[in-house]
């Protein structure tokens, strides 16, 4: 099992910077890609960015340019940098980590765990 804590959630007002961090815990060695996802009231999931084991990374449309996704496989986090947030950007902001498992038959399995969530709320 691997466990997902967020942090970082916080109000801001319109056109500011913050920070999200997720920090992994227990069979880390499974995790491969990592992303960020948000939900805003009413509003099914969406994801916002993700990033594979090598650093590559990908964007959603909405926040290519302002968002920036990395991680620290030493310290096993993900961070999500937000520039110039927008009002509509209000969320709930949720960590996942896609986990690769083998079978007993050697088949890979691929399974995703999710955070608990932080809140971002923009808000002038």
């Known amino acids: 099992h691997v466990q997902l804590v967020e942090s970082g959630g916080v109000l801001v007002q319109p056109g500011v910077s913050l920070s999200l961090s997720c920090a992994a815990s227990?069979?880390?060695?499974?995790?491969?890609?990592m992303g960020w996802y948000r939900q805003a009231p009413g509003m099914q999931r969406e994801s916002v960015a993700s990033?594979?084991?090598?650093?590559?990374?990908n964007y959603s449309d909405s926040v290519k340019d302002r968002f920036t996704i990395s991680r620290d496989n030493d310290k096993n986090t993900v961070y999500l940098q937000m520039n110039s947030l927008k009002i509509e950007e209000t969320a709930d902001y949720y960590c996942?980590?896609?986990?690769?498992?083998?079978?007993?038959?050697?088949?890979?399995?691929?399974?995703?765990?999710w955070g608990q969530g932080t809140q971002v709320t923009v808000s002038s």
């Open positions: 990033i594979t084991s090598g650093g590559r990374s």
């Open positions: 996942s980590a896609d986990l690769l498992y083998y079978t007993s038959s050697s088949e890979p399995v691929v399974e995703r765990a």
């Open positions: 227990g069979n880390i060695g499974s995790i491969t890609g």
